[in-house]
């Protein structure tokens, strides 16, 4: 008369019963572990830390395209940032994990198109061009202090190439030196200065213990020769 009691629930095709050996092992206060040693959380600790870095760096990036930060603001963050990032890749077990830019983007999801350019070139974009705040070379005791920093930059990075020196973490924060206080002088394009630029990405997109070959460190010298006459000729 009478069908089969409705359930009160819909079925399933599966029958599920519960198991209390399982479930009398599971501690709801417990603290779930997601890692199993302290060297394998600072992994994972410094990993979040690039990915925070590339995430600001991009707002950074486009605060500063929209004038929402001043230059100073914008270089100093930027030179943190960029900092930073090279110092937590300094070590070996996070520049393994880590692989390279692209591939830590692919892997967790982000694009930062603005931080991946900035992070090329391992410069901000303020020292990248020239300020329009440099100095006139027209006379002055600032703009002749900025004058001589300059000089002695060139004449310090063209030195430590004639002594040998080659590896990417002696000559980087060399050239560095050399293209800020260069932008101080002037803000006006010369002969060589794209070169400066040019060598600057290619030293920051080499590991630090890379050392260039013979043939490309006598390519800087004379690149680096030519963009000091360069700024010689800007001065007369």
């Known amino acids: 008369m009478y069908g089969a009691r409705q359930l009160p629930y819909a079925p399933t095709p599966y029958s599920y019963t519960p198991n209390s050996s399982l479930t009398a092992t599971i501690n709801l206060d417990e603290e779930v572990k997601l890692t199993t040693s302290n060297a394998e959380r600072e992994l994972y600790d410094s990993l979040a830390e690039i990915y925070s870095i590339i995430v600001t760096l991009d707002a950074i990036e486009k605060a500063y395209i929209k004038d929402s930060i001043t230059e100073a603001e914008y270089t100093e963050t930027c030179?943190?940032?960029?900092?930073?990032?090279?110092?937590?890749?300094?070590?070996?077990?996070?520049?393994?994990?880590?692989?390279?830019?692209?591939t830590f983007k692919r892997e967790w999801d982000i694009e930062c198109p603005r931080a991946t350019e900035r992070l090329r070139i391992g410069l901000p974009a303020t020292i990248e061009q020239p300020s329009h705040k440099a100095s006139s070379t027209g006379g002055g005791g600032a703009?002749?202090?900025?004058?001589?920093?300059?000089?002695?930059?060139?004449?310090?990075?063209?030195?430590?190439?004639?002594?040998?020196?080659?590896?990417?973490?002696?000559?980087?924060?060399?050239?560095?030196?050399?293209?800020?206080?260069?932008?101080?002088?002037?803000?006006?394009?010369?002969?060589?200065?794209?070169?400066?630029?040019?060598?600057?990405?290619?030293?920051?997109?080499?590991?630090?213990?890379?050392?260039?070959?013979?043939?490309?460190?006598?390519?800087?010298?004379?690149?680096?020769?030519?963009?000091?006459?360069?700024?010689?000729?800007?001065?007369?």
């Open 79 to 102: 030179n943190r940032l960029l900092k930073h990032y090279k110092a937590i890749l300094g070590d070996d077990a996070v520049s393994k994990e880590f692989g390279d830019l692209e």
């Open 143 to 236: 703009a002749g202090t900025a004058i001589l920093t300059a000089t002695e930059n060139f004449i310090t990075f063209l030195d430590a190439l004639k002594l040998n020196m080659f590896a990417k973490d002696s000559l980087h924060p060399l050239l560095s030196d050399v293209i800020t206080s260069v932008n101080k002088v002037t803000e006006h394009d010369f002969e060589g200065r794209g070169k400066i630029v040019q060598w600057l990405i290619t030293l920051n997109q080499m590991k630090a213990t890379e050392i260039l070959l013979d043939d490309q460190a006598r390519e800087l010298h004379f690149d680096m020769e030519q963009a000091y006459y360069g700024f010689k000729a800007t001065l007369k």
